[in-house]
Structures are given as C-alpha cells and as structure tokens.
C-alpha cells in the first residue's frame, strides 16, 4: 500500500527543505512544526544512528481551512494533523526525497463524505506543491 506523495529533486538537502517550505506555503500551508530527525539521533542514540538516517526533517504543514473543514466534519482528525511533509537524503543518495502522507489515507478511515473533499483538495495542493519541486515523482 502506498501511503506517500513523493518526489526526487537534485538539490542539496538544505536547498530541498526551503525550497519545500516554498512550494508548501504557495498551496496555503503554513510549517506548525519541525523534527530534525538527525538531530534527535544524534542526541539520544549517538553518531552512528544519525549517519545511518542521515539528513532528515519532518515538516509539519497544516492548511487552516482545510483542517478546520476536516474537524468540523469528524473531530477525530486531528490525530492526523498537521499533514507530515518528510524531506530526507542519506550520505550516499543523489537525489533529495520529499514526500507527504497521501490525505486519501484519511479516507480508509472514515466515512464522512466531507472528509474525502478535504482528503481531495489537500491532495491537489500537496501534488501541485511537490510538482512545483521539479523532481521526478516516485
């Protein structure tokens, strides 16, 4: 099951994330949070584990409208959000990877019809934000 939007950009990693920021901020989404996943290895389970994960950031981006529509219709939802945007490249990789849970991952579950409007409109926005990328899709 693919549950992820993603695309490969040649850009450096720190080009990658800003240019995602960019890309995500032009579809209405504003960055609510931020995991530097290398980071956190790095603190908590050493060198190694950080080299091994390698450049990895969480973005998590969160379109107000869209969101309050999907509470609105199901307040569970917000176990979901914000909309997790991952850009990662390990040491040996050419190519940056950006990917975004698909939002018709919301759709398996729950039956609200307003959900899958939510669902259909957040994932043109993230299509058109990761298009915008220029990489090739994966």
Known sequence: MTYTLATAVSLPWAEAVERTREALA?????????INVRSIFKAKLGAEAADAVGDYVILGACNPALASRALAAEPEMGALLPCNVVVRRNGSAEATTVEAIDPQTMVQLSSAPSVKEVADDAGSRLRKALASLGGTGE
């Open 26 to 34: 032009a579809q209405g989404f504003g960055i609510l949070t931020e």
